[in-house]
């Protein structure tokens, strides 16, 4: 579920579970059974509000390891994106929205659409 996750970036940020449970309005209690594994599978809008708070996405409380493995079908595709996704700077390239104003991110979503375009020249972005 991330519980790890959660601990991780709570302490990284430097917050408190009071802290957390203020700014993301989900109640103490509950981030006290969550945080010690008392509850196993927390409501949707529990872990999006902590998400919010922490800066992560609930694709941040999936397991990790294999990232590469789990989400690309081709090996060599793979195997590159599990290197970029452990390359800490590199890895924010998977996550560029939550630093990014939008106009900035539009900026860099054109870009990379182009860049798609050029190698699949059918691409339509309306499908």
Known sequence: ???EKII?????????????SKMSGV???????????????????TLKAIARVLGLTLNDF????NFGEVYYTNPETAKEAQEMFEDPEMRSLFHMKRNMDPEQFKIH???????YKAEHPDYDEGC
Do not use: C, F, H, V
Not at 62 to 65: G, I, K, L
Not at 109 to 115: C, E, R, T, V, W
């Open 1 to 3: 579920m991330g519980l």
């Open 27 to 45: 109640p103490i209690g509950t981030l006290n059974k969550i945080l010690s594994g008392a509850t196993k599978d927390p409501k949707l809008e």
């Open 62 to 65: 999936d397991n990790e390891d």
């Open 109 to 115: 979503m054109d870009y990379i659409k182009k860049l």
């Open 8 to 20: 991780e970036y709570k302490k990284k940020l430097g917050l408190t579970t009071e802290d957390l």
